[in-house]
């Protein structure tokens, strides 16, 4: 017994001992990276990672890393405002995030043995204009709610030099005017601050601080991920080059390519309708031999106006110039209207009429064949003298702001076969219900219209309210059920008095968000 209780005693002294031993041993590591001030200079010295930070600190203007010191925590030096000039270790592997965030650097040199930095690390330094860094570093996390954004956001830098060869999921966290690759690179070179392969045929990045790009002589390739790369703020990701406004192609562009250099990251839409509202990057093209598909695909890709690109490469486009009429190659849907006629005929075979196809036109009538099917939103936008719209038949697809409380006039007949269309115009909400203001377009001969609004597809009847709408087309829609699955359905049909009795026409139909209703009206 007495053996056991020696052994079980000896063996808790050794325990004790490894424990001391472990505590000692972690404090002398820490130790070994030992921080000073004087006079305004920071020098970090010793042996593996430093762990205090020193940041808030208005005495230090200079820091130095020695040679020995693998890593800086997070914050080490944030918001050291009076700090100018830092002088990194080739041994530092690490640096924490937004370590130089809101220091007063003008220029900062990464060393290529850092391997990882933490979001933010050059964030909101006013004055700095140029960093040197390594090409493939990658991006480590901050533990805060602020995680995965650029390093340098809120800088205005002009360059950022690589100083080693270019991982393009790097590039998504740098923010400059121009970035200027390593010479080594095996993949790619720079032009003017522009990324290209290796041998200048196809263009990869745009940085994000750029306002114009100038696209150079000799490449044949316009690849789109060179706008629309991701960028990281947070959780989310937004279009890199949300800064540009004009590109400039050169003669010698041959394709346009919307796959190659993506990255790992889902490239963002340059142009989004419902988030950008009427943004659109212009084109300037030295190529007027490009093709209506190259055209199209501008156009839609960054919502550059056709008249625009008409007004450059007019061979592109299809009949119709010499009446006005700005069209498709294949002569089929109408971009543009560039006459100066009051009374607008549009000819036979036009199946579309796009958006703002006749915005602001000087209009006063106007007559839509039966080969048009399809009516783009803000077709007839700031008409302000339109008076008169004549259809020859029955479009399928009218957009809810096709024409802006015009009066509509179809062939005559009975007012079994006449119709017209509902716009909602005006929204307000509560957690319960909508109020929502409808226009009817005004119909030639109608004594007034009956408006429905559901939640449902089919207008069951426990799921729909009817309004009367009155000869001028206005009406006020109260109580419209607030539900989550956000989707309204319309329709309205036109009737004609006789006595007391309503003749009514055919319904039209049509559906919204409303919640895109309160975001135009932002």
Not at 171 to 180: D, H, P, Q, W
Request: net charge positive.
């Amino acid at each position: 017994m007495r053996k056991r209780t020696r052994y079980n005693f000896n063996l808790l002294l050794l325990l004790t001992a490894g424990i001391v031993a472990m505590v000692f041993s972690s404090e002398c590591a820490q130790a070994k990276v030992k921080t000073t001030i004087k006079n305004g200079v920071c020098i970090v010295s010793g042996k593996g990672a430093m762990t205090d930070d020193y940041g808030y600190n208005k005495e230090i203007k200079k820091v130095i890393i020695k040679d020995g010191v693998t890593s800086l925590p997070e914050e080490a030096f944030t918001k050291c405002r009076n700090l100018k000039e830092v002088s990194i270790a080739d041994s530092v592997k690490k640096i924490g995030a937004y370590a130089f965030m809101g220091t007063d650097l003008h220029k900062i040199t990464i060393p290529n043995s850092v391997k990882k930095m933490g979001d933010g690390v050059l964030n909101y330094c006013k004055n700095l204009e140029k960093i040197k860094m390594p090409g493939n570093v990658k991006l480590g996390y901050s533990d805060e709610i602020y995680r995965r954004i650029q390093y340098d956001l809120g800088s205005p830098v002009k360059t950022i030099q690589l100083t080693s060869s270019l991982n393009l999921n790097t590039f998504t966290y740098l923010a400059a005017e121009n970035v200027i690759v390593s010479k080594k690179d095996p993949r790619y070179t720079s032009i003017d601050g522009l990324i290209y392969t290796k041998d200048g045929k196809s263009l990869v990045r745009i940085p994000s601080h750029r306002k114009t790009a100038v696209i150079a002589e000799g490449c044949t390739e316009f690849c789109t991920n060179a706008i629309e790369w991701c960028a990281i703020d947070s959780d989310k990701g937004y279009a890199g080059c949300q800064k540009l406004k004009s590109v400039v192609l050169p003669k010698s562009i041959q394709t346009i390519d919307v796959r190659k250099f993506a990255g790992d990251l889902q490239p963002v839409p340059f142009y989004d309708a419902a988030a950008t509202g009427k943004k659109y990057l212009s084109f300037t093209l030295q190529n007027k031999d490009m093709t209506w598909e190259q055209i199209s695909f501008l156009h839609n890709k960054f919502n550059t106006p056709y008249l625009k690109l008409y007004k450059q490469v007019p061979g592109a486009f299809g009949p119709g110039s010499e009446q006005g009429f700005v069209t498709s190659k294949n002569g089929t849907a109408l971009l543009k209207y560039i006459g100066k006629e009051n009374d607008v005929h549009i000819p036979q075979g036009i199946t579309q009429i796009g958006e703002g196809a006749f915005s602001g036109a000087p209009l006063t009538e106007v007559t839509i064949p039966k080969s048009v099917i399809i009516i783009d939103s803000d077709a007839f936008l700031n008409c302000k003298k339109l008076a008169k719209v004549t259809f020859e038949g029955t479009p399928s697809v009218i957009a809810c702001s096709a024409f802006t409380e015009r009066s509509v006039l179809i062939e005559p007949g009975s007012i079994a076969i006449q119709y017209t269309w509902a716009v909602p115009c005006n929204i307000k909400g509560s957690r319960s219900y909508y109020t929502i203001s409808f226009y009817c377009l005004p119909l030639e001969g109608a004594d007034g219209y009956e408006l429905q609004i559901s939640t449902a597809e089919n207008f069951a009847k426990n799921k729909t309210k009817t309004f009367n709408v009155k000869k001028d087309g206005k009406r006020v829609c109260r109580r419209i059920p607030n539900y989550l699955s956000n989707m309204l359905y319309y329709r309205v049909r036109p009737y004609k008095l006789m006595g007391q009795t309503k003749f009514y026409g055919q319904w039209t139909h049509n559906r919204f968000d409303p919640w895109n209703l309160f975001d135009k009206m932002q």
